[in-house]
Every structure is written in C-alpha cells, then in structure tokens.
C-alpha cells in the first residue's frame, strides 16, 4: 500500500507547493505593480489569471487531501479485518476449552442458589 501511497503523496505534495508559490507570486507581484496594472486597464487579465492559479493550487490541495483520505480508509479497513480476524479466533479458542473442560451446556451461575432466588422461591 505503501508502494502506491508514498510516490503520489511526493508529486501531490509538490504540486501543492509549486502552484500555491505561483499563486502568492502573482498576487505580491499584483500587488506591487498595481497602478501600472491600472494604467494600463489589465485588471480582468489579472483577475483571471488569479482564478486560474487558484483553480490549479485548490485541485492540488483536494488531490492531496482525497489520497490522505484513500490511506485512513484502507488503514481502518486493515484494522477492522485483524479486529474480526482475532474475535473469530478468540470464539473459537472458547469453545475448544470449554469442549475440554466437558462444561459444554451449562451456564454460569446454574447449580447455585443466591439470595434472589431464594426470595423468589
């Protein structure tokens, strides 16, 4: 599992820096250049071009995301399958032992008297 999850984590990862990066770069160069942007009436392009990158960091932020949720599932999948693999076991461990003991049939607390049943009686 690992064999699959590490190499898309790394080219997740570093498209998730490389387009956030962009994104800031263009937002601080927008920023420092504003009145030529103004002067020149190019505000639509930036804005655009602003949407655009922050189309590209946010697939990479949801492809990121989605392949850490792919691991949990397959980490609680694993788990639950060893949880049910041991209880099917531990049962029938149980009735090994009780077949050993000969106690096969008989409940806990029978052939005892307590005080509640006396009471009863």
């Known amino acids: 599992m690992l064999s ?15 387009s956030g990066g962009q994104l800031v770069g263009l937002v601080a160069e927008t920023l420092e250049g504003l009145a030529v942007v103004q002067a020149f009436s190019k505000q639509d392009f930036f804005i655009r071009e602003a ?6 960091t946010n697939s990479a932020v949801f ?12 980490c609680d999948l694993i788990g ?4 049910g693999v041991v209880s099917a076991f531990a049962v029938g461990l149980k009735g090994e ?5 000969g106690d ?4 806990r607390g029978e052939g005892r008297v307590c ?7």
Do not use: H, I, M, Q
């Open 80 to 83: 639950a399958c060893l949880v």
């Open 63 to 74: 492809n990121a995301e989605s392949l850490n949720l792919w691991l949990a599932f397959y």
């Open 51 to 56: 949407a655009r990158r922050t189309d590209v």
């Open 104 to 107: 096969r049939g008989v409940r």
């Open 115 to 121: 005080a509640n049943d006396a009471a009863r009686a």
């Open 4 to 18: 699959l999850y590490l190499p898309a984590a790394t080219a997740l990862k570093k498209a998730r820096s490389v």
């Open 97 to 101: 032992r009780l077949a050993e003991r």
